[in-house]
């Protein structure tokens, strides 16, 4: 983040920068995260023939680029694009997408809180960062709850506060799976039995990170469908909840399979 960044970056560091000037030698840029001018040289623009060199970079551009020398005496900082991979690349925009959405996280927080940007990365955004990663931390307020918060320091009512931020700021990507399950129950009271199975399932696999919902395919088939954060858990939760109803039906003197729907 803008006040906590190191003021320098690191040989070998990957940085996101924005083009400022294309010149036939290469090109001028500015380093976003560090407020440093950079230079590109056209050798380091592209391991192929450059016929212009403004088929690779333009003014305007941000691109992913690799520090190959750092002079602070002299403020010159070398750069290259050629040896950033297409994973770097890819891994670098995302986090970099990550920590300004953190920052913009923590901005909420002390708005809400009548602080200072500066004070609430104190209180909350340093332990966070230490323990999860920041924005991770934020995501994982939402899943898990503010326990995780008080359990590394940060008072409760910024604990609060940073939750209500998550929960109307973050939406968490979410799987689904759903399966069917195929139930009968001779018995005069078996649509009841059916119904306490599902409810009580749910009442079993009651999860922050998952989500259930139930609904009738065409008696006696009714659907199990379950949403969470990847697919294992999704499987999981799917499968476990499955056999829970079909063992509930079994003991009230039912029958029950199940089959995983693709």
Known sequence: MAFKKQEW???????????EA?????????LDEYDKKGLLHI???SSSWIRNIRDFVREGQKVVLKVL???IEKGHIDLS????TKREKIEKIMSWKKERKAEALLKSVAEK????????YEKVGAPIEKE???YE???KVLKEGTGILTKIGVSEDLANVLAEVAKERIRVPMVRVKGVVELRCMKPNGVKIIKEAFQNAKKTEKSRDAKLRFYVVAAPKYCIEVMAENYKRAEDVLQRVAQNVISNVTKAGGQGVFRREK
Do not use: N, W
Not at 9 to 19: C, F, M
Not at 113 to 120: A, F, K, R, Y
């Open 69 to 71: 020398r750092v002079d």
């Open 43 to 45: 050798s380091e623009v």
């Open 113 to 120: 809180t009548g602080q200072s940007l500066e004070s609430i």
């Open 132 to 134: 999860y990663g920041l």
């Open 22 to 30: 294309v010149t036939d030698y290469g090109a001028y840029v500015k």
């Open 137 to 139: 931390g934020f995501e």
């Open 9 to 19: 970056p690191e040989i070998g560091d990957l940085v996101i920068a924005t083009v």
């Open 81 to 84: 694009l050629r040896r950033v």
